[in-house]
């Protein structure tokens, strides 16, 4: 082929010419392995006449065969085979050879045609940029435009996205931080009993939220600046206002219930409170019946005042809350001022007039502080009574302005009541986060749903003290505790909030009954609830101890809602082996079926238990037939003279 490029081209042979890749004789080393290569042949190399001044040059293979030895590294050169270049030797230049026209082939793709430039040889033409999937034609201007908008666009989304993130951490943050600032802006103070025995049907009150509220008359610090006297009328403090606030579970209601300053009560032994310094001292106060209720928070503090209460109400007291007179000025201030209203002018013979105007009206901190401090007004003719009614008026009308949103949606408002509600209360179980939760969860409440009621009353003793009406009482808080209507109160779902309530039947004067035959269960598997309706104390804590020792699971103890002179296994539907396996335990017991008890029995102790326990029936075994009764858990009548507020009344009186 090249011999046909020479003659065409006219240039000479390559035998005319030196061939400058010719040959040059091998140089061998004596004392290593050759350092050159030469042709597959074995024929030797013609002579010629050597070029001057040449050096030695390893040889160049010009066969297309591969050389023996090809892959294997082969030795350095000796330094003596130093390299020389050759002569340029010119060659006759000549026309460009002529190509054959290209055709691609038929099956080939759009883009491998696309490569020839221009489609003709020798025509320059437009070149496909880029490497285009199989198919592919190339994009247009308008089609890049619209790539590189969309690549603008997603750029821009994640940016966005990114600044999103960014915004909803240091928001996060800056919540957390306020939330943080704001709970260690509350007085903690140690006040919560919640292991107390005085507790009743705990299993019944479980996720409810029970509240003390307590209103101090303390005339140290900036109290004595708000018209509350100095420390000279009077040291130390009292519990000027006393209001139990129970949510339940569902959250479809909210009960107050307020406590007579004067009311008579009977005081546990208590450590003393020394109100100066928020602390508890080292002096102790024995127990003592005819006490004051005020007088009890006055010697025992928080501490002593949450036994007192929890003993009357049976209600698990899981938070604190005490505020003094300069706290509740600077609420109402922030909120811009609470409406009242008002029949008949208000004066004090203590403090003065208050309301000198009759209907409705809007009134400052200073003024509303004296509006429920109040106890002198001769047109009420019925001293802490009528203060009371005040109380819970202004609160039903604080309420309704929350729920009207003129302070859950102002910012300013808002952020001014919490930090001045922060600011001057002193709390246990108390925190910003739990009160906001709390309050998004009664967000559906209206204000008929929530109602206030007063600690009924039957006169004085020698010293002043109001007698509570025992009885009564009992009613008002099993009512609370068994989620029963109130008088007046108006839920959203009244339907839904009575399915607690149990038959209504009156149970017999005997214990006779359907017996059931059940097999025995292994006593590890059943959860008891002991209760104390025996009225004699320590009975339920020993009850608990002697069935414990036979495996049964204690949930708690605690007294019953009532009395009993038999003792009763209480359970709820599906329970019926667990409940008989307890019986046959406890001597003399009959079986109840109940709602709301869950996977828990309840043993109530009735008066005639001789306080012995028998070992269980044997896990698997037949129980004896056990005597079953009918509920006896029903509404109980409240008093016809029950004082009731609700807080959707917003009538003047």
């Known amino acids: 082929m090249s011999d046909l490029v020479d003659k065409v081209s006219g240039r000479p042979s390559r035998g005319d010419i030196d061939d400058p890749t010719e040959t040059i004789p091998k140089v061998t080393d004596t004392n290593g392995p050759s350092t050159g290569s030469h042709r597959a042949s074995n024929k030797p190399a013609p002579e010629r006449r050597p070029a001057p001044q040449r050096a030695p040059q390893v040889p160049v293979a010009k066969s297309n065969a591969t050389p023996a030895g090809a892959g294997r590294t082969e030795p350095a050169a000796p330094a003596a085979a130093a390299h020389v270049p050759r002569p340029f030797i010119p060659v006759a230049e000549s026309a460009p050879i002529p190509l054959p026209p290209f055709t691609p082939p038929a099956n080939a793709p759009a883009s491998d ?34 790539q590189r908008r969309r690549k603008r666009v997603r750029v821009i989304g994640r940016t966005l996205t990114a ?21 260690n802006a509350f007085a903690q103070v140690a006040a919560l009993d919640e292991d107390s025995t005085d507790v009743v049907d705990p299993i019944g009150q479980t996720g409810d939220e029970t509240y003390l509220i307590v209103g101090t008359d303390t005339r140290a610090g900036a109290n004595s600046e708000v018209g509350a006297g100095t420390v000279e009328d009077a040291e130390g403090a009292r519990s000027d206002t006393v209001m139990l ?40 106060f024995p127990a003592a019946d005819g006490d004051k209720l005020n007088a009890t928070y006055a010697l025992g503090g928080p501490k002593c005042l949450v036994k007192v209460i929890q003993k009357m109400s049976g209600l698990k007291i899981g938070h604190f809350v005490g505020m003094d007179f300069s706290g509740f000025e600077s609420m109402v201030n922030e909120v811009g001022g609470v409406e009242v209203c008002t029949t008949l002018p208000l004066n004090d013979y203590e403090l003065g007039p208050i309301l000198t105007q009759t209907g409705r009206q809007t009134i400052d901190g200073e003024t509303a502080l004296n509006y429920v401090r109040a106890r002198n007004i001769e047109s009420e003719g019925n001293g802490d009574y009528g203060r009371i009614k005040r109380q819970q008026r202004f609160l039903s009308s604080l309420l309704r302005s929350a729920l009207s949103n003129k302070v859950l949606l102002d910012p300013g408002k808002l952020n001014g009541f919490i930090n001045a509600f922060t600011r001057d209360t002193f709390v246990e179980k108390v925190n910003t986060k739990d009160l906001v939760t709390l309050g998004r969860s009664l967000q559906n409440v209206d204000a008929g749903a929530v109602t206030f009621l007063t600690i009924p009353t039957a006169g004085t003793t020698e010293w002043g003290n109001e007698i509570p009406r025992d009885d009564d009482i ?44 059940l097999l025995a269960v292994e006593p590890s598997e059943i959860t008891l609830q002991i209760s104390n309706a025996s009225g004699m104390s320590g009975l339920a804590a020993s009850t608990a101890t ?82 079953t009764q009918p509920s006896s858990s029903s509404a109980p009548v409240l008093p016809a003279d029950l004082d009731v507020t609700n807080a959707g009344d917003d009538s003047c009186s």
């Open 474 to 517: 009992d009613a008002i808080f099993k009512s609370i505790i068994d989620d029963d209507p109130l008088p007046g109160e108006e839920r959203s779902n009244s339907e839904d909030s009575t399915t607690s309530s149990t038959s209504t039947t009156t149970p017999p004067n005997s214990t006779t009954g359907t017996p059931v035959l």
């Open 245 to 284: 606030v129970n949510i339940p579970a569902n959250r479809e209601r909210v009960v107050a219930v307020s406590f007579p300053r004067d009311l008579d009560v009977q005081r546990p032994v208590c450590q003393g409170w020394d109100n100066d310094t928020g602390k508890y001292t080292n002096e102790t």
């Open 113 to 146: 045609s696309a490569r020839i430039i221009g489609g003709t040889q020798g025509t320059a033409g437009p070149v496909v940029v880029g490497t285009p999937g199989k198919n592919a034609t190339p994009l247009t201007r308008l089609a890049l435009s619209k």
């Open 546 to 627: 002697s069935l414990g020792a036979y495996g049964f699971g204690i949930y708690s103890v605690g007294n019953y809602s009532g009395t009993s002179t038999s003792s009763v296994i209480r359970y709820s539907a599906g329970h019926e082996s667990d409940a008989a396996t307890v019986a046959s335990a406890v001597p003399g017991a009959v079986l109840e079926e109940t709602a709301g008890l869950g996977s828990i029995v309840e043993v109530v102790i009735g008066s005639e238990f001789a306080g012995s326990i028998n070992a269980p029936t044997p896990s698997g075994s037949p129980l004896t037939s056990v005597a």
């Open 163 to 183: 600044l999103v993130a960014v915004m909803a951490l240091t928001l996060t943050g800056l919540v957390w931080a306020y939330l943080r600032s704001t709970d």
